[in-house]
């Protein structure tokens, strides 16, 4: 059976402790040219400038070529061409192919019509499998471990995609999660069941302050949209309820870690940057390495 | 009702799903004699319909279409007027073409892709959508 990165639902505990360890390789050494003579196609029927140049900087550092395109409406997608017949005809061409899709399921349908390995690189709203093993490699450097972290999910819980995958992901490792988000964007109902039904620990509050932030070793933080609000009053007070600043990290614990999937907009105040215990632009650095880690695992490349 | 010669009795039907079952196996075109009783008093479910259709057999396809609205009714095949089989339905693994899903984001609603679902819970007979991982209640459940 070919390999395939589509889901994090079809990841073992076991795959993802195998990836975070391939990874902590390519952390001490990016530059293995281990897929010399080997294609790896991006297929980005959406922009994301960040996820594509990731996916490309890391098969560059393994010595593979890269073919693809950024731009959908500049290729035969914008002339009818169904996704099919795009994997089919990519598929004569490379070893292993990186899709990003705005279509949710585009992932899982186009491994079932290739024998190339599909990396899923964010079908819609759906998923985002590499995104949640970097935040995971986040993590385990940070902390040492998986195994029964303190985290708190702070912002957009409702759409934010990262987090759902997140605590899907961390069901393994016996977490304690903290969710908090103004009503309207509170951790769906599934997720919450999801954690019940797996026997992970969660509270879910409206305020953001130093109770939640002083005991916690993870500070998730998410991005929320304007678009989310019909009521714009009540998103420039949200806004500002959950924002980070430096001094709300004065009595955390020393381990504690703020991370972001970025872009960030005003959710964390620039002076946390300074912080050494803002992690979030090596947080998007561990992408590189994660990747690296992912697309050798598809080509069965230690 | 009246006791066919050969065919299918299709029984233990929830009450509110048998007109559904009549249009999933396409029965307005079946040419053979058809009984169809509803509403009736049931120890088990409250109100039963029954259908019984004479030469007429349902296949394993039809049995996961009917899966997805009346998961819990039997079949019976008559062949002289004797049961000679009794069939269960249940969830197959993968319900193939059957049911939309309710993303308007997945790709099944947008390319010609079969959609595919799985059984989320089976108690609370919900589906999820292989593709976009969508689970659909069972009142959401729409058939194609």
Redo the contacts between chains.
């Keep these: 059976m070919q390999n395939n990165f589509i889901?994090v639902?079809d990841l073992s505990k076991e795959d993802i402790l195998s990836i975070l360890e391939e990874a902590a390789k390519f952390e001490a050494n990016p530059n293995q040219r281990l897929l010399e003579g080997k294609v790896v196609a991006t297929l980005f029927f959406e922009p994301s400038t960040r996820t594509r140049l990731s996916f490309e900087t890391a098969a560059n550092r393994l010595g593979a070529r890269v073919i693809g395109f950024s731009d959908p409406n500049a290729t035969s997608t914008s002339k009818g061409e169904?996704?099919?017949d795009t994997i089919k005809m990519v598929s004569n061409y490379a070893d292993v192919i990186v899709m990003r899709?705005?279509?949710?399921?585009?992932a899982?349908?186009a491994s079932e019509v290739t024998d190339v390995p599909i990396i899923n690189a964010g079908?819609?709203?759906?998923?985002h499998p590499s995104q949640t093993m970097l935040d995971l490699y986040s993590l385990w450097k940070t902390q040492g471990t998986l195994e029964n972290l303190d985290i708190t999910m702070v912002g957009d819980l409702k759409y934010g995609r990262t987090v759902h995958s997140l605590v899907q992901a961390l069901s393994f490792f016996n977490p304690t999660f903290h969710f908090v988000a103004p009503d309207l964007l509170r951790m769906p109902l599934?997720y919450r069941e999801f954690c019940k039904s797996h026997n992970l620990a969660y509270d879910e509050r409206e305020t953001f302050d130093e109770d939640v932030i002083n005991t916690t070793d993870i500070l998730y933080m998410t991005r929320i949209q304007r678009e989310r609000f019909s009521d714009l009053r009540e998103y420039e007070q949200v806004k500002n309820v959950y924002c980070l600043h430096k001094s709300m990290l004065d009595n955390a614990k020393p381990n504690l870690r703020v991370l972001h999937p970025l872009p960030r907009v005003n959710e964390i105040a620039y002076d946390v940057d300074e912080s050494d215990k803002a992690y979030y632009f090596q947080q998007a650095q561990n992408g590189l390495y994660t990747r690296e880690a992912i697309i050798c695992r598809m080509l069965n490349i230690k | 009702m009246s006791a066919i010669a050969n065919g299918t009795v299709i029984d233990h039907i929830p009450a509110e799903v048998t007109f559904k079952i009549v249009k999933i196996l396409d029965l307005y075109n079946h040419p053979g004699a058809i009984t169809i009783g509803t509403n009736l008093d049931s120890k088990t479910l409250g109100k039963k319909g029954i259908i019984k259709v004479a030469d007429r057999f349902i296949s394993d396809e039809e049995i996961g279409r009917l899966s997805v609205v009346a998961p819990n009714v039997t079949l019976n095949i008559i062949k002289d007027y004797q049961i000679v089989q009794k069939k269960y339905v249940q969830y197959p693994k993968q319900i193939v073409g059957v049911v939309k899903c309710s993303?308007p984001?997945?790709?099944?609603n947008?390319?010609?892709?079969a959609t595919k679902m799985e059984v989320f819970d089976v108690a609370k007979k919900s589906l999820r959508?292989?593709?976009?991982?969508?689970?659909m209640q069972h009142e959401e459940i729409e058939l194609l």
């Design positions: 889901s639902s169904t996704l099919k899709h705005y279509l949710e399921g585009a899982r349908y079908d819609g709203a759906n998923q599934g | 993303n984001k997945c790709i099944t947008h390319q010609p892709v959508c292989v593709y976009c991982e969508r689970v």
